[in-house]
């Protein structure tokens, strides 16, 4: 009988932070891996949905936990290193996912990573560091688990729980969050077992992962997926601008995979835009690896997954971030950001002589025809289409007015066009100032018959 050969792929989540990321993949349906999870807590470890767990440290903790201390749970994956050794047997690639800070995943996660590279086990690392709010002394544990991290595992993710808040909203759950950040784990995990075991037009192996991961130390991972027009360069910045991970940049990543994932409508011309625009990200002597799959579940759609390894930490590059927010001096084609940031700017007249009058309201009286005490703004007046206008309009900064829109905006068709407001020239001889065109007003013919 031949043996399948294929390579194994297995997923540790420690603790319970990685647990969580481990119940989250498995609800993903992720496919072409195996999940374990490890812990000192066995309550929280029999709430796990797979059935592979190591308990860590039974003598050392009886099950009860590491209760918030690094070297509880050290010992406790030194006393449980038998099952940890079967859990590793004949695997090519290990991901090590733990949230830093506590004991579990501090302490026992940095053991468990070193057991699987001291097997020449290509080993992976998703840790994730505390809320701000969490304290100063659990900042510092983590600060010292990710030292410890770093030193035994080929390459390390670093996902910040605090850059949460850079995309979370006011009705954001605790446990959508969590989700979030989970979602780093499940998209390289994800982008690297497709390359592998999804049929495509180029398709990479394990070999190919090696190359790009081995010893690459700091990495970033992301995936984007975009649909209609322009979808496969909306996937590509999509993935490679992950607001989650922490400060690192993909300028003078080493090492760069990435997998263009789509329906069989996918095109060449998709395939080359979505890989350029991640080619001008990283530097020009960068080994990338790229390979392409089809889905038939993403007819219409387009996913595109990035791992970029051997990237620069927070250190050297928090002035040049990803894909900045604000918009740089040397993007001359975009005049609105100058004219913002400009720092001589005269102070505005109390007439405004440009002719764009967009963005401002004018009083009823000003308006021919209009009745009622509403405003309505410059550009309704004066601009003659306005059927044929989109609801509300673009000010200078690029954001739309919404209570600039009219009642009639929507209006197609019909004699309602007549109740929309026009422009002068369609009222030469309005009603409502017959008295204006007097040559001697009616208060002073009256004092002069008296």
């Known amino acids: 009988m031949t043996k399948e050969l294929k390579p194994r792929i297995v997923v540790i989540g420690v603790g319970g932070a990685g647990g969580n990321a481990v119940d989250n993949m498995i609800e993903a349906n992720l496919q072409g891996v195996e999940f374990y999870v490890a812990n000192t807590d066995a309550q929280a470890m029999r709430r796990s949905k797979t059935e592979n767990r190591i308990q860590l440290g039974p003598e050392t903790t009886a099950g009860l936990g590491a209760g918030a201390r690094p070297e509880v749970g050290e010992a406790s994956a030194e006393e449980s290193m038998t099952d940890i050794m079967d859990a590793l047997e004949d695997a090519h690639m290990v991901f090590v996912a733990a949230g830093m800070g506590g004991g579990t995943g501090t302490g026992a996660a940095p053991v468990i990573a070193k057991a699987a590279h001291d097997k020449g086990i290509l080993t992976i ?27 035994a595992v080929d390459t390390l993710i670093v996902v910040p729980n605090q850059n949460l808040f850079r995309i979370a909203n006011e009705r954001t759950t605790f446990a959508e969050a969590f989700r979030m950040a989970d979602d780093v784990l499940y998209s390289g995990v994800r982008g690297i077992t497709d390359l592998m075991i999804m049929p495509g037009l180029i398709n990479l192996d394990f070999a190919d992962v090696r190359t790009i991961m081995k010893g690459m130390g700091t990495a970033m991972m992301g995936m984007g997926e975009g649909e209609g027009e322009g979808r496969a360069l909306e996937a590509a910045r999509c993935a490679i601008d992950n607001p989650l991970l922490d400060d690192v940049s993909m300028r003078g990543a080493r090492g760069v995979l990435i997998n263009i994932t789509g329906g069989y409508d996918m095109t060449l011309f998709e395939l080359d835009e979505a890989a350029n625009e991640i080619r001008r990200e990283v530097d020009a002597d960068a ?32 002035a040049a971030p990803i894909r900045p927010a604000p918009p740089v001096a040397e993007h001359e084609a975009e005049p609105a950001p100058v004219v913002v940031t400009q720092q ?107």
């Open 287 to 318: 080994n990338i690896i790229l390979g392409s799959t089809f889905d038939a579940e993403l007819e219409g759609r387009i996913r595109v997954s990035v791992v970029a390894a051997g990237v620069a930490a927070e250190e050297g590059f928090t």
């Open 125 to 151: 690392g998703v840790v994730t560091k505390p809320f701000g709010f969490e304290g100063a002394h659990r900042m510092t544990t983590a600060e010292s688990g990710l030292v410890r991290m770093k030193d």
């Open 344 to 450: 001589h700017v005269a102070p505005e007249p109390e007439v405004d002589p440009r002719p764009d009058f967009r963005g401002r309201e004018l009083p009823p009286a000003h308006i021919e025809g209009q009745s009622g005490s509403d405003t309505v703004s410059a550009e309704a007046a004066f601009t003659k289409p306005v059927a044929d206008s989109p609801a509300g309009f673009s000010n200078l900064f690029g954001w739309r007015r919404e209570d600039a829109v009219g009642d009639n905006d929507d209006i197609e068709d019909g004699d309602d066009r007549e109740s929309i407001v026009s422009t002068p020239e369609d009222h030469p001889k309005p009603a409502a100032f017959d008295d204006a065109d007097l040559e001697i007003p009616a208060f002073l013919r009256r004092s002069a018959n008296n």
